[in-house]
């Protein structure tokens, strides 16, 4: 089983940063793809940040430019870096990693609990 932790939430001021770190725990042997996504209140969770096995990244229009995506493979982790936020940033952030564990060889999706991003004007 893989376990995922979210954290480096929190209230900013718009035009402010944050980074999100995702850390991923448990018999794992390798992340391979990892995302970031948000949902705001009464909307349908959105990606915002994807990075492939390759290190390869896509981001949603309304954050290009401003956040960054990246991973570290050696300490299970993915981060996303914010810049510039924006009051319409305002939303619960969740990693989403395509995980393979070891013993039994596993590969399947896992979500995290969430972190709160409050950006105010």
């Known amino acids: 089983q893989v376990q995922l932790v979210e954290s480096g939430g929190g209230l900013v001021q718009a035009g402010g940063s944050l980074t999100l770190s995702c850390v991923a725990s448990?018999?794992?042997?390798?992340?391979?793809?990892a995302g970031w996504y948000r949902q705001a209140p009464g909307k349908q969770r959105e990606l915002v940040a994807h990075?492939?096995?390759?290190?390869?990244?896509r981001y949603a229009d309304s954050v290009k430019g401003r956040f960054t995506i990246s991973r570290d493979n050696a300490k299970n982790t993915v981060y996303l870096l914010m810049n510039d936020l924006r009051p319409e940033d305002t939303a619960d952030y969740y990693c989403?990693?395509?995980?393979?564990?070891?013993?039994?060889?596993?590969?399947?999706?896992?979500w995290g609990q969430g972190t709160q991003v409050t950006v105010s004007s």
């Open positions: 990075i492939s096995d390759g290190a390869g990244k």
């Open positions: 448990g018999n794992i042997l390798s992340i391979n793809t």
């Open positions: 989403n990693v395509d995980a393979s564990t070891r013993s039994p060889w596993t590969r399947d999706f896992y």
